[in-house]
């Protein structure tokens, strides 16, 4: 079963960090470009980083360009999304997609 599931979500104060996690199974991880996507109630959802299937190509939305850094590990079947600086305009759920859509995981910044 093709499946991804994410987490490391929560509440975080304006400045800080989080690291979201998606983990991968049900297919071949290294053969995929894998990407986070962040969407707000009654907004569309809006990619903000994504990574070659080597891990040697990102790319990233001007939002977070500098502040995130998405990563993947192949032997793990891991993806990553590091969060730093984080701002109240970085509210919203995070998805991750590699060939199919997580559930998403929550993240707010407020204080």
């Known amino acids: 079963q093709v499946q991804v599931v994410e987490s490391g979500g929560g509440l975080v104060q304006p400045g800080g960090s989080l690291r979201l996690s998606c983990a991968a199974s049900g297919f071949t991880f290294s053969n995929a470009g894998a990407s986070w996507y962040r969407q707000d109630p009654g907004k569309k959802r809006e990619l903000v980083a994504s990574v070659s299937s080597t891990g040697y190509g990102t790319n990233y939305s001007a939002y977070v360009k500098g502040r995130f850094t998405n990563s993947r590990d192949n032997a793990k079947k891991m993806l990553y999304l590091q969060m730093n600086n984080l701002k109240p305009e970085d509210t919203a759920v995070y998805f991750c997609?590699?060939?199919?859509w997580g559930q998403g995981t929550q993240v707010t910044v407020s204080l």
């Open positions: 997609y590699i060939t199919t």
